[in-house]
């Protein structure tokens, strides 16, 4: 039986203004496409577009903890305390994945370019972070722990 590659890169990702995104670099005469800032700001809070994703915390500028994984086998869900992920339909363009704050890049992985993938998110804490930053806000800086996120980029078989 083969192993599982795993490629991963984490770190913490400013969220500002409630908001931050994944995108991919564009590629010379790539059909147009909508950048993750342009994807709706409203109702789920993860909205995931034609290789492009937009994540909507209830809490303002924090600090959010943030993984993305490349796996060819879904693992085990992370812990109880995460939320059971959504999945998509996740087709790579370039294959250059960066994950942006309104600020810019923070955080980048490569994916297979023009590949299907199935992206899963899990979330912890994006229910309560509201209220966690009330309490904290004034009085911790920067804040930070509120919520984190996973990204998993699963290889769709044959596609």
């Known amino acids: 039986m083969a192993e599982d590659a795993v490629t ?20 010379p005469g790539e059909p ?10 409203g109702g ?21 903890l943030v993984e993305l994984k490349v796996r060819d086998q879904p693992p085990p869900r ?3 305390e ?3 992920p959504r999945e998509w339909a996740y087709t790579s ?15 980048r992985i490569d994916l297979a370019a023009d590949t299907a ?3 899963r998110v899990w979330r912890k804490g994006g229910d309560s972070a509201a209220e966690r930053f009330e309490e904290l806000a004034g009085s911790v800086y920067p804040v930070t722990g509120l919520e984190e996120y996973r990204f998993l980029f699963t290889p769709v078989p044959g596609a």
């Not at 991963?8 to 590629?27: K, N």
């Not at 147009?32 to 700001?41: G, Q, S, Y």
């Not at 294959?95 to 923070?106: F, K, M, R, Y």
């Open 8 to 27: 991963e890169v984490a770190g913490t990702v400013p969220v500002e203004r409630s908001v931050f995104g994944l995108d991919e670099m564009r590629r």
């Open 32 to 41: 147009e496409r909508p950048f993750w800032t342009e994807l709706p700001m």
């Open 44 to 64: 789920d809070p993860v909205v995931v577009g034609v290789s492009t994703g937009r994540m909507l915390s209830n809490a303002p500028s924090h600090e959010a």
């Open 78 to 80: 992370p812990g109880p």
């Open 82 to 84: 995460f939320v059971p």
């Open 93 to 107: 363009g370039s294959g250059q994945v960066i994950l942006c704050s309104l600020d810019g890049p923070e955080l």
């Open 117 to 119: 993938y199935v992206l």
